[in-house]
């Protein structure tokens, strides 16, 4: 028993649960209208976007630290590094969608006639789709590393 382990890796799932859920609101919010209201909204999500994943990063490097398994169950195992490298795609193609609701809101709070420009609305839908795509790949490399695969 380690209280340790437990106690990082209930954090860890609550952390990237919560971090699914905010994918999912972004997803279902940005295939509906853009009023100002929801602008904000996006907003703020997103914010909380920022922050679990950075919380996630700092449990997720305690999990390897101070996991049963030991650092070097991790470090030398290719799994891992597929599900990092997943989560920093995942981080890369967030760049777009928050830069465009920042944007997007500001030009609201100035002009209340702005509407979103289709063109920018499709590719933040694009980014937004292959972030879920690419975050359900996550959970699949987690489950394979947690059983020895990889190493
Ligand atoms: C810097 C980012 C991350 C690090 C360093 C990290 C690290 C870890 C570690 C060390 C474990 C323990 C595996 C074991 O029991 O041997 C784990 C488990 C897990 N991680 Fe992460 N993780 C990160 C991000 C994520 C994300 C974004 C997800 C999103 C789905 C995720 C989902 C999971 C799941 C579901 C498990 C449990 C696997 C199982 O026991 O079957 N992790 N992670």
Known sequence: MDTTDLVLAIIHHL??????????????LTCGELPATTLRR????DRHYGIIAMLIIIVGIGRVIYGLKGWEFYVYNWVFWAKMAAFAIVG???????VRFVSWNRQ??????????????????????????I?????????????????
């Open 15 to 28: 952390l990237v649960f919560s971090l699914a859920g905010i994918i999912g609101a972004e997803f279902v």
């Open 92 to 98: 890369l193609l967030s760049i777009v969608p928050t």
């Open 42 to 45: 996006l907003v703020g999500i």
């Open 108 to 133: 609201a709070v100035a002009n209340p006639a702005f509407a979103v420009p289709a063109a920018e609305l499709a590719a933040v839908k694009t980014h937004v789709r292959a972030e879920a795509f």
């Open 135 to 151: 975050f359900l790949l996550i959970p699949v490399f987690a489950a394979a590393m947690a059983r020895g695969y990889g190493y």
